[in-house]
């Protein structure tokens, strides 16, 4: 196996203190919020002082909102939060195109003991052929599908 062919992890970078509320509501517009923060509309812009919602996915109409506790065959257009109390396996789609958009969240804020392994489904993850493994807390990631050369990017 080639040194690039291993699975791997992407640190965020973002040291989060205190309490991390990730409460679901929703709003006044029918928005739902997590924490307060808009996460899911059908605007195309992030929320602005009067109240606005949130931004729109790659296709300009709303993410869906998918909350998971098992083993899960991802949809592009979605935006996960995992509550689970033990390891997933999250596989991305067969056929994705260019400009697909996948959002996971660590909702349970565990993913350090339970480690959340994103199943790269024969596409390659920032330009390597190993699944991506999640085991920040409450990291939240979001996946594009770039195409063949490099894949789904992670940032």
Avoid: C, H
Wanted: without cysteine.
């Amino acid at each position: 196996m080639a040194t690039n062919d291993k699975n791997f992890k992407v640190k965020n970078g973002i040291t989060l203190e205190g309490t991390i509320n990730t409460e679901l509501t929703s709003n006044n517009s029918g928005g739902i919020l997590i924490g307060g923060l808009p996460i899911a509309s059908g605007a195309t812009g992030p929320a602005g002082p009067t109240g606005a919602t949130g931004p729109a996915g790659a296709s300009g109409s709303a993410m869906s909102l998918v909350e998971i506790t098992t083993n899960t065959s991802l949809a592009a257009g979605s935006k996960y939060f995992v509550t689970s109390s033990s390891a997933l396996t999250l596989t991305l789609p067969a056929s994705p195109v260019v400009n697909d958009q996948i959002e996971i969240f660590d909702a349970s804020g565990n993913a350090e003991t339970y480690n959340i392994t994103i199943a790269r489904n024969t596409k390659l993850i920032n330009g390597n052929a190993g699944n991506l493994i999640i085991d920040t807390d409450g990291g939240w990631y979001i996946l594009l599908y770039t195409g063949t050369t490099y894949g789904w990017k992670v940032g």
